[in-house]
């Protein structure tokens, strides 16, 4: 569909495993967001990426998360050796930004990621 | 930064009456507050937005006010209905020339037949 697509939809790992995280963003969208969602939660922020330029990190929680988004659409998160406190739903959003405001986020369905 | 407290965290109506929710935040620059409706198996949607130059918007059922001196906006939603069942998110932004939004924890809304 025309949607933000993530993958997957659910992640069951193993404490210490690495994960990758993938969000498709709307054509045409220049910024893309991804946030987590912890259980009883809000959206935390994580990172944004908008256009060709650098990406704010400045919600990872620790130098075990990182992102990229290639050619200014794919993304992908990347949580390392990761541990339990990782559980979480891990949503992606994507807006096209028109006169500075921030426009309305599309968010994807969320990856549930599980560590065991 | 920017901190956004939202009640209640649960809310039950009988179908048909109104639910209110609430939210403040604490930074006097935010003048752009969407709210998000997150239903299972979806994206959660921008169902309504205001920016800090009007008092007040309305689309149907739904209604949001803006109080920026005592900082606080809130969701109304009239004559509900069962699919009005979901999880509802408030965020607050700077706005222009700023992407952040800080959204609250959310507030599980339950509409009883």
């Known amino acids: 569909g025309a949607g933000v697509s993530q993958s997957p939809s659910n992640k069951v790992t193993e404490k210490g495993k690495d994960v990758e995280l993938r969000c498709d963003p709307i054509?045409?969208?220049?910024?893309l967001y991804w946030y987590r969602q912890s259980l009883g939660q809000g959206l935390e922020f994580l990172i944004y990426?908008?256009?060709?330029?650098?990406?704010?990190k400045s919600g990872l929680p620790s130098d075990r998360f990182s992102a990229e988004r290639t050619g200014g659409s794919v993304s992908t998160l990347t949580i390392q050796r990761t541990q339990q406190e990782d559980s979480a739903v891990y949503l992606c959003?994507?807006?096209?930004?028109?006169?500075?405001?921030?426009?309305?986020?599309?968010f994807g369905e969320g990856s549930r990621l599980t560590v065991l | 930064g920017e901190n956004v407290e939202q009640h209640p965290s649960t809310l039950s109506v009988q179908e048909g009456d109104s639910a209110v929710i609430k939210c403040t935040y604490s930074?006097?620059?935010?003048?752009?507050f969407p709210w998000y409706k997150q239903e299972l198996g979806k994206g959660s949607q921008l169902i309504i937005d205001?920016?800090?130059?009007?008092g007040e918007k309305k689309d149907q059922r739904i209604a949001v006010t803006l109080n920026k001196t005592a900082k606080h906006f809130s969701l109304h939603i009239t004559e509900t209905q069962p699919e009005d069942s979901a999880v509802y998110f408030c965020?607050?932004?700077?706005?222009?020339?700023?992407?952040?939004?800080?959204f609250g924890k959310g507030t599980k809304l339950s509409v009883i037949p």
């Open positions: 054509s045409g969208h220049t910024a």
């Open positions: 965020a607050a932004s700077p706005g222009a020339g700023s992407y952040q939004l800080t």
């Open positions: 930074d006097s620059a935010s003048n752009y």
């Open positions: 990426f908008q256009g060709n330029s650098a990406p704010d």
């Open positions: 205001i920016r800090s130059n009007v």
């Open positions: 959003a994507s807006s096209f930004l028109a006169g500075g405001y921030t426009g309305e986020l599309f």
